[in-house]
């Protein structure tokens, strides 16, 4: 096989298929090679037994960016709201609101009212963080309105001003760039409390980044049918416009010289201009050994480059009524069963690895410890389960190295069982009694398991870890525009690999940004003589 198309769009994950749709409805001839059974990547759902769960992002935030984009392309997502909930052991506040703020410190002060005034001021800095937040997100993201920006008063009246509050409040952003926990280190002495605020956030979260999750939690959509259904979205938008998709197609070299990428079967595609929508590493190993020296040193970057905490994933099918799922923690929670906090734990990197036992030991304090994201699909959307019965997504943040460790000592499966059994004996003993009875099924899921089912190199859920210096990314807003350039004749990148912190709105503005580009260069070309 041996096909010319315009652009190849190697990783048919969101932001692949952003740029997909957008190459497609600019007239361009593409194709989608994606390496798994299925597009979305980290943005899809899968049903068992009955039950629907979300494989990867719970819920949709806004950001102003989806619904322009859907907009722009033509398309409607129908989205229900999805209210989210914090819990500490036997207490819960739902955030409804800005308005929810003063419940929120009040839960803190439940457990320590003698850090009060602590609480005060760091509540007064989320509510900074969420000033900074309302500007940003101030006005739909510009690049998905062609047709505004073509608009002088739109221009004049809305795009300028905003503009002008954005430089501002994006410079008093940057300066919250310490790690939160090193932050919050300057209100208050107690790891506990820092522990409560912190630790479902990746390791090392900027401030800025950690703080607005508020924000961002009040932004939360979700989409009937699951988070799926926005990626089938998409993917039927670029059929319907002629592109093409080839599932289980993983592209394993790339000729940039020759404009040939090579399929693990042996088949060629030429193409003029090449989206790399994928593993960024995998794209170095691509390009062979015989690379110029500014892409070497990249390449060697990223592979001494960390990426971020992965999660560990317990997908469980209940006989409970939707009603008892409600009560307990509502569509979407984020509950921590102890207020003894992850500090309290020792590192598991000191423990010999050869002492299985002991590491097991440490499994079973940390999912005593840690704080769960409990995520509940039929309390969205009543199809998502069989009548009467609830799905449970219950998900902590884990280590890719640790799960390895286990993996590398023959007792990968005992981990799964050993998580399996503690996840519902702490969720059964506080937030959710007798779930361990009426359980008809529980599946894990590991950093292994997104790592073989993505392509995700550690199992990374948002890209590059916060805790690599130098970042092998560009990681400021104002850069952005940046982050699809590789250096490489006629191939750009977008996705969680390409800008940090990612996440959902970024991997689709780098998607959009990568097919501007493309049309753009093509058009360029084609006037060539």
């Not at 419940?103 to 439940?110: G, T």
């Not at 993201?141 to 920006?149: A, G, I, R, V, Y």
Request: charged share 20%.
């Amino acid at each position: 096989m041996n096909q010319t198309y315009d652009v190849l769009v190697v990783g048919g994950g969101i932001a692949g298929l952003t740029a997909a749709a957008y190459c497609a409805k600019a007239g361009l001839q593409t194709l989608v090679c994606e390496r798994g059974q299925m597009t979305g990547g980290l943005v899809n759902s899968f049903s068992s037994r009955g039950y629907t769960f979300d494989a990867g992002i719970r819920a949709l935030e806004d950001s102003g960016v989806i619904s322009p984009m859907l907009r722009s392309l033509g398309l409607s997502l129908d989205l229900v709201k999805n209210p989210v909930s914090v819990g500490i052991a036997d207490r819960s506040v739902r955030l409804e609101g800005k308005e929810s703020l003063a419940p929120y410190a009040d839960l803190f002060r439940s457990f320590f009212p003698e850090e009060s005034d602590a609480i005060d001021a760091i509540i007064a800095e989320i509510v900074k963080v969420m000033r900074y937040m309302d500007v940003l997100y101030g006005i739909e993201n510009p690049l998905f309105l062609e047709n505004e920006l073509k608009d002088p008063r739109y221009l004049t009246k809305t795009l300028l001003p905003w503009l002008m509050k954005y430089s501002v409040n994006i410079k008093k952003a940057s300066r919250l760039s310490l790690p939160v926990v090193e932050y919050l280190k300057k209100f208050t002495a107690n790891e506990a409390l820092i522990d409560m605020i912190c630790q479902h956030f990746f390791q090392e979260t900027p401030t800025f980044f950690a703080l607005s999750y508020f924000g961002l939690y009040l932004d939360y959509r979700y989409p009937v049918g699951g988070t799926g259904a926005l990626p089938a979205l998409l993917s039927g938008y670029f059929l319907s416009r002629g592109g093409e998709i080839w599932l289980q197609s993983e592209v394993k070299s790339v000729s940039a010289g020759q404009h040939i990428a090579t399929l693990a079967d042996g088949s060629e595609i030429c193409y003029r201009q090449l989206i790399w929508a994928a593993d960024q590493t995998a794209l170095y190993h691509a390009l062979g050994e015989d690379l110029p020296k500014p892409i070497a040193a990249k390449k060697d970057l990223a592979e001494r480059s960390h990426g971020i905490d992965s999660i560990l994933t317990l997908f469980i099918g209940a006989d409970l009524p939707p009603q008892e799922a409600q009560n307990a923690c509502g569509p979407h929670a984020f509950y921590t069963p102890s207020t003894a906090g992850l500090s309290s734990l020792p590192d598991w990197r000191d423990i010999p690895s050869e002492d299985i036992d002991a590491l097991k030991r440490w499994v079973v304090s940390y999912l005593e410890t840690t704080t769960f994201e409990l995520s509940v699909p039929v309390l969205r959307d009543s199809s998502l389960a069989p009548q009467g019965k609830t799905g449970f997504i219950v998900s902590t943040l884990f280590d890719y190295d640790l799960t390895k460790r286990f993996d590398e000592a023959h007792a990968y499966s005992a981990l799964k069982s050993l998580a399996e059994e503690t996840i519902l004996r702490v969720l059964d003993a506080s937030i959710l009694p007798g779930l361990r009875e009426k359980t008809e099924f529980a599946l894990c899921s590991t950093p292994l398991t997104i790592e073989r089912e993505t392509g995700a190199r550690h199992g990374a859920i948002t890209g590059w870890a916060h805790t690599n210096h130098p970042m092998p990314a560009v990681h400021e807003f104002g850069s952005i525009a940046k982050a699809t350039e590789t250096g490489i004749p006629d191939v750009l990148q977008c996705g969680m690999w390409t800008f940090s912190p990612a996440g959902l709105p970024v991997s689709i503005i780098t998607g959009k940004l990568a097919a501007d580009q493309t049309a753009k260069r093509l058009r360029k070309r084609s006037k060539t003589p």
